[in-house]
């Protein structure tokens, strides 16, 4: 079982910053750099979407579009700890924002789909003010 909890939500005016970090409880027998890690987000009446993922090792990212250029996925496994930095925040960017981790394919593998993600925190709401 892994944990993950997130911090660093928060209300903030469009066009500023944020930092969200989701430090996690490694498994028994695995190491942290064995998931792949992601996040997603849900804004009110709609779907969680993925947001970004990096891999085990951190040498791999996948952003989505609506995000590409603004936020940024780094983790030290050092730490057991993913970031998303969030920059030039719009209104639309408010949401729910959720750290999950994939335990398949040793985390050398990023998927975007929130079912095959296995573990999950409880989210963190980041609201940005237009």
């Known amino acids: 079982q892994v944990q993950l909890d997130e911090s660093g939500g928060g209300l903030v005016q469009a066009g500023g910053s944020l930092r969200l970090s989701c430090a996690a409880s490694?498994?028994?027998?695995?190491?942290?750099?064995?998931?792949?890690m992601a996040w997603f987000r849900q804004a009110p009446g709609k779907e969680r979407e993925f947001v970004l993922g990096?891999?085990?090792?951190?040498?791999?990212?996948v952003y989505s579009d609506s995000v590409k250029g603004r936020f940024t996925i780094s983790r030290d496994n050092a730490k057991n700890t993913v970031y998303l930095q969030m920059n030039s925040l719009k209104p639309e960017d408010t949401a729910v924002y959720y750290c999950a981790a994939d335990r398949s394919f040793r985390g050398q593998r990023i998927r975007t789909l929130d079912h095959e993600y296995d573990y999950w925190g409880q989210g963190t709401q980041v609201t940005v003010s237009s």
């Open positions: 490694a498994a028994s027998g695995r190491t942290f750099s064995s998931f792949a």
């Open positions: 990096i891999s085990g090792n951190g040498g791999i990212t």
